[in-house]
């Protein structure tokens, strides 16, 4: 059982390139996440999906898009990299079920260098 | 806007001592908290949670934290840290579940021998 997978796990751009960020996962679940890590300011969320073909913005969304097509995938744009943008990005995912089995399952991360 | 502060980017012990890592939130209700961790290299895991079933949640590898809406705290502690529990610990905060959780700025752990 894989859980979420994010590819690629590194990556450097010059500024002005674009890049897309995959997430999978094999758990059948609704909710997926977008977040970067910056050190000194925790995880910041970038944009959501609650289902296949929807997605809301985040707390930092500003120089990123997302697709949700199919229900496994998620996928994180930059269309014009910018040096900001490098960070940590991590893919989360959930089910819809509250309670006491309610958690985030993590990817292990992208670490991207904009120049 | 609710939030968490988590006292101390770093925290050291020895092995075998009592750990205790900080976290408070700003909320005008009680909300979902949470305790990850995150070991070098790797995404987050979900260490415990509270969801107001009751105020001492114990969790994964001898973790536990006490929600205590008088201070608006969620104090993690592990009795005697193991050499394996260095790792940066990241507390969050949700009102409605997972859409809008908010996380700390985290607490590296350091356990020296």
């Known amino acids: 059982n894989a859980g979420v997978t994010q590819t690629p796990k590194f990556r450097v751009l010059k500024t002005g390139q674009s890049m897309t960020l995959l997430c999978a996962q094999d758990?059948?679940?609704?909710?997926m996440y977008w977040y970067r890590q910056d050190p000194g300011m925790g995880l910041r969320l970038i944009h959501y999906?609650?289902?296949?073909?929807?997605?809301a913005k985040g707390e930092v969304p500003d120089g990123y898009n997302v697709s949700r097509l199919k229900k496994q995938n998620f996928l994180l744009g930059l269309e014009s990299a910018a040096p900001s943008q490098t960070s940590v990005y991590f893919c989360?995912?959930?089910?819809?079920?509250?309670?006491?089995?309610?958690?985030?399952?993590f990817g292990s991360g992208t670490q991207l260098s904009v120049l | 806007a609710q939030s968490v502060t988590q006292l101390g980017s770093h925290v050291s012990v020895s092995e075998g001592a009592l750990v205790l890592l900080r976290c408070n939130y700003s909320?005008?209700?009680?909300?979902?908290l949470f305790w990850y961790v995150q070991y070098p290299n790797q995404g987050l895991q979900l260490l415990l949670k509270y969801t107001s079933a009751a105020t001492l949640v114990k969790g994964i590898n001898g973790f536990e934290a006490e929600f205590k809406k008088s201070e608006t705290s969620f104090h993690l502690t592990k009795p005697s840290a193991h050499m394996s529990d260095a790792a940066e610990y990241f507390c969050?905060?949700?009102?409605?579940?997972?859409?809008?959780?908010?996380f700390g700025t985290g607490t590296r752990l350091l356990v020296s021998p």
């Open positions: 969050a905060v949700s009102l409605t579940g997972f859409q809008k959780l908010v």
């Open positions: 999906s609650v289902g296949e073909g929807t997605t």
């Open positions: 989360a995912s959930t089910d819809r079920t509250q309670g006491a089995n309610e958690k985030l399952f």
């Open positions: 909320s005008s209700v009680p909300p979902y």
């Open positions: 758990m059948n679940h609704e909710y």
